[in-house]
């Protein structure tokens, strides 16, 4: 089984002001994590992912994330935030065999001018 | 490419009554997902397929029906609509464990 913790359903940070959003996990195999952002009224959109390569993984938009084994964690991070970055964002994870994905329940960013 | 479509963006149905939602990929993807958004329960896998001819369930199946006769197209059946099932409807594809591609949505009300 597998699971997907977010911490905060809405996180709010001045624009220019370091964004933090937290994940953590659960998963009886090696994990494929991924973060993805949503924007009002869109689909789902890849951020980044973590496939096993390095722990530190870089994503679209200036945002990074770094896989803790010992802590089970997948946290979210840009050093600067904008305007746009205003959205809703999901962790995800991904054991291996099937391919069935297991979401978080969100994120809501807001960025305040 | 056109990615990942669905259709219809937007329906409204009475309780009692059936309809499809449908979608299609043209990135010959073999595995394909429905969900459902509701606020503050992120996204909820209802049925997926790995290929082909091959469905399963996934943790909210109930009143939903797939098949997949076709690489590129996983319509999604509610049978009979209940007011429990207005929700906003996603499918996704993807190619391994890979990343997942979204259609833009339904938004279903069940009156």
């Known amino acids: 089984a597998q699971s997907v913790t977010q911490l905060g359903s809405h996180v709010s940070v001045s624009e220019g002001a370091l964004v933090l959003l937290r994940c953590n996990y659960s998963?009886?195999?090696?994990?494929?994590l991924f973060w993805y952002v949503q924007y009002p009224n869109q689909g789902l959109q890849l951020l980044l992912k973590?496939?096993?390569?390095?722990?530190l993984v870089k994503g679209i938009n200036g945002f990074e994330a770094e896989f803790k084994k010992s802590e089970t964690s997948f946290h979210l991070t840009k050093p600067s935030a904008h305007m746009s970055d205003a959205a809703e964002y999901f962790c995800?994870?991904?054991?291996?065999?099937?391919?069935?994905?297991?979401f978080g329940t969100g994120t809501k960013l807001q960025v305040i001018p | 490419n056109a990615g990942v479509t669905q259709t219809p963006k937007f329906q409204v149905l009475k309780t009692g009554q059936s309809m499809t939602l449908q979608c299609a990929q043209d990135?010959?993807?073999?595995?394909m997902s429905w969900y459902r958004q509701d606020p503050g329960m992120g996204l909820r896998l209802i049925h997926y397929s790995v290929g082909a001819g091959i469905t399963d369930q996934g943790e909210v199946p109930n009143g939903y029906n797939v098949s997949r006769s076709t690489t590129e197209d996983f319509p999604l059946r509610l049978l009979s609509a209940a007011p429990s099932q207005t929700s906003v409807y996603f499918c996704?594809?993807?190619?391994?464990?890979?990343?997942?591609?979204f259609g833009p949505g339904t938004r279903l009300t069940v009156l």
């Open positions: 995800a994870v991904r054991g291996g065999g099937y391919q069935k994905v297991t």
């Open positions: 973590y496939t096993s390569a390095a722990t």
């Open positions: 996704a594809s993807s190619s391994g464990v890979d990343t997942q591609y």
């Open positions: 998963s009886s195999v090696p994990p494929y």
């Open positions: 990135m010959n993807h073999e595995y």
